[in-house]
């Protein structure tokens, strides 16, 4: 596929940092970051606690403002949270007082952009939101409650709720990080199945350096103090990509890699160390 | 990636959704309901045993002028539902419908300016620091030690009822309104805004959406209070109301009729909260029925 300049930097962050500042005391989260991603990438934010990535990907969505730098997305300056950017959090989020069907036309609908019939190309139709929902594999589950779900249909009718508005970019906050091993093992070929599917462009952050192999085009691993990128690493393992992936001496040779990186030996002292301690992010 | 276009159709036979544990919404539901219709059999088996306690008690003191059994007590209830008692000129019914408009008016009034004013105190810090206080300083008070300066205020009329229910259920509804508001979990919120909602749709269709539930809680929990404070005062100061016939009927010794007042306020106060519980599972349909 062949993309256009302004295709190939979809997102683009440049030179972005972020302060906080509690009771006097300023921490500065993150620094000097630079980031483009090409429309179609799937990009991990890899790290661990405290270490910004959900700092960036909140900066991205337009949920914390920050001082230093440009967050552009789409050729259009990040000021505030859009419709643009989807987000998916750690817990699916549903509105527990909406059916599936309903969850899912709340975006259209807070957007202005729901009608009965008569579809146009920025409209949306309940055609359109039982077709979403059948892609997920939600059909029949259109006016079930969120409680009613078990933990990966909720997850699944969450993505449909982000992408039925077809953001540029859906942005995913360690989103299986809470769901059991099998769970989160079906929502990752799911994911992928969808990203193929939608040709979305992803940016997901996670602490788990195997699911950031499966699932990246390229792992951003970030830590250091003030935080930023560490390095960005390219996956060139094939696509579709499966659980059978994990033991490739490829795989296992990108995973080693990422782990020195994260836990470097420190000559003299003969023990691991990680990059990037806590900063005062994960403590809001 | 080319070629994943021409792949796609014929590979998606989705493994992610093989082996999923089943939900059958159907069976789900059928559960829930028969849960909830073995709730109701064991409640109204609740209230036969004390109906049977009851009446063995007047069994045993034998004695109607201390305490009549059941049938007496709901005779004489639907005896003067329709027509008027010694000592008073009006039926029961008319008490009842003059108690229940006292509290109908002091309690809308009060939770619709309980949940303005939680909301305003939630959304601007200054002003939950300026009222958090007050809140703190009146609401240990006993709404019943205001009746005398209502009196002296307001006179007997209607107004002094309708304000005793105001104090009563305005510091709740504020409080719960608060707290209900700040339940609401920020990502809700959050993600509201990257669906594309505008700040105000979703303080009205997330923030305020999410805090009903709490609110109408809130709402069930001063029901209680307001009938407290209403029976109080118009044993006080009123020639009318189920607290004013409860009053006459016990200085007249009439002890089934004080019974039956006891009995009216029970039935109307159940009607309320059944509507108020009726409300809570429209307005939070998920909620286990576990209530």
Avoid at chain 1, 256 to 261: L, M, S
Avoid at chain 2, 183 to 201: I, M
Avoid at chain 2, 211 to 238: K, Q
């Amino acid at each position: 596929m062949q993309l256009s300049p302004a295709e190939r930097e979809l997102v683009k962050v440049t030179g972005v940092g972020k302060t906080f500042q509690r009771g006097g005391r300023r921490t500065t989260a993150l620094s000097g970051v630079d980031l483009t991603v090409a429309r179609g990438e799937f990009v991990c934010l890899l790290g661990p606690s405290g270490c910004g990535k959900s700092t960036l990907l909140n900066i991205l969505a337009g949920i914390l403002p920050y001082e230093e730098g440009t967050a552009e997305v789409n050729g259009h300056q990040v000021k505030g949270p859009s419709a643009e950017r989807g987000m998916m959090f750690q817990s699916p989020m549903l509105f527990p007082w909406l059916t599936t069907r309903q969850n899912v036309a709340f975006g259209p609908k807070a957007q202005r952009r729901w009608r009965r019939s008569a579809p146009t190309a920025a409209t949306t139709t309940a055609a359109d939101v039982d077709e979403i929902l059948t892609t997920v594999g939600l059909a029949g589950f259109e006016d079930a409650y969120p409680k009613e779900l078990s933990g990966g249909m909720r997850h699944r009718a969450a993505f449909a709720r982000a992408i039925i508005s077809r953001p540029s970019v859906l942005l995913m906050d360690e989103p299986f990080g809470a769901l059991d091993a099998l769970t989160r093992a079906k929502m990752q070929e799911f994911l992928l199945d969808m990203w193929e599917r939608f040709q979305i462009t992803i940016v997901f952050v996670t602490h788990d350096i195997e699911e950031s192999i499966l699932l990246g085009d390229r792992v951003c691993v970030m830590g250091g103090r003030p935080a930023g990128i560490v390095e960005e690493i390219p996956i060139e393992l094939g696509r579709p990509r499966g659980y059978e992936d994990l033991e490739t001496p490829e795989f296992l040779g990108i995973k080693r890699r990422i782990r020195q990186i994260l836990m470097p030996e420190t000559p003299g002292r003969g023990r691991r160390q990680p990059v990037g301690a806590t900063s005062a992010e994960d403590r809001r | 990636m080319t070629a994943i276009d021409i792949n796609v159709a014929d590979r998606h036979t989705p493994a992610w959704e093989a082996g999923e544990e089943t939900v059958d919404l159907a069976a789900q539901r059928r559960r829930a309901r028969r849960a909830r219709l073995h709730r109701t059999a064991l409640k109204i088996t609740g209230v036969l045993i004390l109906l049977g306690a009851w009446e063995i008690g007047a069994l045993i003191i034998n004695d109607s002028s201390i305490l009549p059994s059941v049938q007496n007590t709901f005779s004489t209830l639907v005896h003067y539902l329709n027509r008027p008692y010694p000592a008073a000129s009006d039926p029961l019914w008319k008490d009842i419908v003059v108690s229940g408009r006292r509290i109908l008016i002091g309690f809308v009034l009060a939770v619709a300016g309980g949940v303005l004013i939680g909301s305003a105190m939630w959304s601007w810090r200054p002003l939950r620091d300026m009222i958090d206080p007050v809140i703190e300083l009146t609401r240990p008070l006993p709404p019943l030690a205001f009746i005398p300066l209502l009196i002296v205020w307001f006179g007997i009329g209607e107004l002094p009822k309708v304000v005793l229910i105001i104090i009563g259920v305005l510091p709740i509804m504020i409080v719960s309104t608060v707290a209900a508001l700040d339940g609401v979990p920020p990502e809700l919120d959050q993600c509201a805004r990257t669906l594309g909602a505008s700040r105000l749709y979703t303080l009205f269709h997330v923030q305020l959406r999410a805090a009903v539930p709490g609110i109408i809680t809130g709402m069930r929990l001063s029901m209680g209070g307001a009938w407290t404070s209403i029976v109080a005062v118009e044993m006080i100061a009123a020639t009318s109301g189920v607290g004013f016939l409860i009053l006459q009927a016990g200085n007249y010794s009439i002890t089934n009729l004080v019974l039956s007042g006891i009995i009216a306020i029970g039935i109307v106060s159940l009607v309320f909260d059944a509507f108020l519980r009726g409300l809570l599972r429209l307005a939070d349909p998920s909620r286990p029925v576990s209530e």
